[in-house]
């Protein structure tokens, strides 16, 4: 297994790619033409105005989205040209479909022009409904064909200000999407290397994110109005390279530092000059906007993963990237990561099968088993000793002593040991016997020496007759 200590190699933007989605921006108008020239009409219209598409960075698995007010919020006033463009058509006049107001050399029809145009009065000649309609699309495989509704709640005063777009209904059921981790601040030093990841187009079979490597231009920290690039080696005009990518699709991707792979700003500008507005601006808007930025399940174990890969433990990536899967199975990055760890496990650059084949083969050594079984058989002996000792009856300690000697026994007879007897007893005393002479009266059977009383003819015991 790798150490836990190695960071993510130099140059990683896998941490964030999974991250990035596309934004459209679709300003959506519902007009209705009061026509008062002729007779009365109602000409109802509506229009669907595309003007802005961008990228941007998933910062919670909720699907809250880091991106520039220009991919949010229109500014042009697309009432003026849903304006132009209804009187165009219902009146058969000639008027530019722009964002500005114009006048017609037909006072009447210029009159219930300028009444169309907003704001609206009491005498308008057309009511307007603008709405604004976001769609993210992230990088997923299949591609999502209707991608999900976000709203803007918070965004910065200029078109290249960061905004913070939330999902309109709630990412329901899974662990949510993957999310980018944000830097806490931007390199100071010149010529530091960074990449930009974006797409400029909509995600599918044959668009994917793209990924271009730029460096950070002197200026310190970057502010409202961005810190350029430029290449140390002066090989690239980078500021041009990254401002025709933001003309593309790439305006608001996410600038990722080169140390650890996190988010250090986002890309603005366009034309000639490409910059990037730092993470301080971000996060500022942020928490104006109560937003909290966090990371999910997803990006613990894609994050475990690709630090196993970049290592080139490529046998101990492969189930991580399958775990990835499992939660969130759309995970363009992880599916690719996952088939070339697959294809390259156990194979020659597969550090993982290196480490195993150095280590020594080593045999257990047998004085872990001996002791093992001298402790044993010790316990089992120790055991048997203690249970012969329980079962064993005890013996007295000292031996009976006899009563006092008596007289001498005679020759051939025993002699008796008398045991002294535990509990105390009491000895009476025995009576003197006084010697009286027999009584005449009292009778014994001359056969057996029966008493006989005094009217008995017969022994009692023995049946002999008595003589009188």
Same mark, same amino acid.
């Given at each position: ?5 190695h ?6 933007t ?17 007009i209705?033409?009061?026509d008062?020239?002729g ?24 699907g ?18 849903a ?17 500005k107001?114009?006048k ?8 219930h022009?300028?009444?169309?145009y ?9 009511i ?6 976001l ?11 209707d991608?999900?509704k ?7 005063p200029t ?26 601040k ?23 994110h ?24 002066k ?18 991707a ?6 650890n ?31 909290v ?5 997803i ?10 890969y ?6 101990e990536?492969?189930?991580?990237? *399958?775990?990835?899967l499992?939660l ?21 650059e597969d ?7 150095s280590?020594?083969?080593?045999s257990?050594p047998?004085w ?6 001298g ?11 203690l ?5 064993t009856?005890?013996?007295?300690t000292?031996l009976?002593?006899p009563?006092?000697?008596g007289?001498?026994?005679d020759?051939?007879?025993? =002699?008796t040991?008398?045991v ?5 007893? =009491?000895?009476?005393? *025995? ?19 029966m ?13 002999h007759?008595?003589?009188?």
């Open positions: 297994m790798p150490v836990a200590a960071e993510h190699p130099s140059g990683i896998d941490l964030v790619s999974p991250a990035v989605v596309r934004v459209e921006a679709v300003s959506h108008v519902e209705t033409l009061l008062h020239v007779e009365l009409k109602h000409v109802e219209r509506s229009y669907d105005l595309p003007f802005a598409a961008g990228t941007g960075t998933v910062i919670s698995p909720d809250t989205i880091v991106a520039l007010r220009r991919l949010a919020v229109n500014p042009n006033d697309v009432a003026i040209y304006a132009n463009k209804i009187f165009a058509e219902h009146h058969k006049v000639k008027i530019p479909l722009d964002y107001k114009h017609l050399s037909n006072d009447l029809l210029d009159h022009l300028q009444e169309c907003p704001p609206k009065t009491s005498t308008a000649t057309c307007i409904n603008v709405t604004t309609e769609t993210a699309y992230p990088n997923v495989s299949p591609a999502s064909a991608g999900y976000v709203k803007c709640i918070k965004a910065g078109p290249d200000s960061p905004a913070v777009l939330v999902p309109l209904t709630p990412l329901s059921g899974g662990v949510g999407m993957p999310t980018a981790p944000l830097a806490d931007v390199p100071e030093q010149a010529g530091s290397p960074t990449n930009v990841a974006g797409f400029l187009g909509r995600p599918g079979p044959n668009v994917a793209t990924v271009e490597i730029a460096h950070l231009a002197k200026g310190g920290v970057a502010g409202e109005t961005g810190r350029g690039f430029s290449d140390p080696e090989k690239v005009d980078e500021p041009v390279k990254l401002g025709g990518l933001a003309d593309k699709g790439l305006v608001g996410p600038v990722i530092g080169d140390k792979g996190h988010v250090i700003g986002l890309l603005i500008g366009g034309g000639k000059e490409g910059k990037m507005i730092g993470i301080r601006e971000v996060n500022a808007v942020l928490a104006a906007a109560k937003v930025p966090r990371r999910g399940a990006d613990t174990a894609f994050e475990a993963a690709l630090t196993r970049h290592t080139k433990y490529y046998t990536a492969a189930p991580g990237f *399958q775990r990835v499992e969130y199975p759309g995970n363009v990055v992880a599916a690719g990561l996952l088939k070339t760890s697959l294809a390259k496990r156990g194979g020659p550090q993982g099968t290196k480490q195993a084949a280590a020594p083969v080593r257990t047998l872990p088993f001996i002791l093992a079984a402790i044993l058989f010790i316990a089992a002996g120790g055991g048997a000793y249970l012969w000792r329980r079962r009856p005890e013996r007295p000292e009976p002593q009563l006092a000697a007289p001498p026994l020759d051939g007879a025993n =002699q040991v008398v002294r007897r535990s509990q105390s007893f =009491q000895v009476v005393p *025995q009576q003197q016997q006084v010697m009286t002479a027999p009584d005449p009266a009292i009778k014994y059977c001359t056969s057996c020496g008493k006989l009383g005094p009217a008995h003819r017969f022994c009692g015991y023995c049946g007759p008595i003589e009188t």
